[in-house]
């Protein structure tokens, strides 16, 4: 069965401070993985993608995300947050069926 | 691009009664996905509708129900409503490969059943 973990519920870390956001899953077979970001009362914003190619994947807003199959985890990453950042994120896989699987979600906390 | 767009954003029903949510996906896509977000969860997968007819579907009972429309807007339907009902509900839009591009989604609607 497939399933998406992220290990942190919560991550508070102060302004310019590089942050990673952690996310493990499960599949029996390949896997195509995704990081969205959820800001307050809002829906969900596709931050990147992992299909296939390079495993260092960029997206939007200077996030980026690498996938590591011996490990089957898709860390985010940012080098330097600002306050703006301050967010849920949803790590989510998709094995090319009809549904894609979310994780929990870790709330990105950006401190002055 | 126009968005997705949901209605209503905010709607309190009492347990037992019927709901529709109604949701106008993103031009140019033609499917449409709906997801329940329970407070602190992530979204759990309801069902999939592309070109009005039903694709898929999670684990949800038969009292949720959906359809999807010639210009692919759509509707999700819940009957009986249960206090676990509560939730923020997502439409999200999508050509079939959306592993290309993931999905749009709207902004939810938010029920709560009392």
């Known amino acids: 069965a497939q399933s998406v973990t992220q290990l942190d519920s919560q991550v508070p870390v102060f302004e310019e401070a590089p942050v990673e956001l952690r996310c493990n899953y499960s599949s029996s077979v390949s896997v195509y993985l995704f990081w969205y970001v959820q800001y307050p009362n809002q829906g969900l914003q596709l931050l990147l993608k992992?299909?296939?190619?390079?495993?260092l994947v960029k997206g939007i807003n200077g996030f980026e995300a690498e996938f590591n199959k011996s490990q089957t985890s898709f860390h985010l990453r940012k080098p330097s947050v600002h306050i703006s950042d301050t967010a849920e994120y949803f790590c989510a896989a998709d094995t090319g069926g009809f549904k894609t699987i979310f994780g929990a979600g870790t709330r990105l906390f950006v401190k002055a | 691009e126009t968005g997705v767009t949901q209605s209503p954003t905010h709607l309190i029903k009492t347990r037992g009664q019927q709901v529709t949510l109604r949701c106008s996906s993103q031009?140019?896509?033609?499917?449409v996905s709906w997801y329940q977000q329970a407070l602190g969860q992530g979204p759990q997968f309801i069902f999939q509708y592309y070109r009005e007819e039903e694709n898929g579907r999670g684990n949800f009972p038969p009292r949720f129900s959906g359809l999807q429309f010639p210009n692919y807007s759509s509707e999700l339907n819940v009957n009986a409503l249960e206090l676990d009902d509560s939730a923020l509900y997502l439409c999200?839009?999508?050509?079939?490969?959306?592993?290309?591009?993931?999905?749009?989604f709207g902004s939810g609607t938010r029920l709560t059943v009392v």
């Open positions: 031009s140019g896509h033609n499917t």
């Open positions: 992992y299909l296939s190619g390079s495993t």
């Open positions: 999200a839009s999508s050509l079939m490969s959306r592993l290309d591009y993931g999905y749009t």
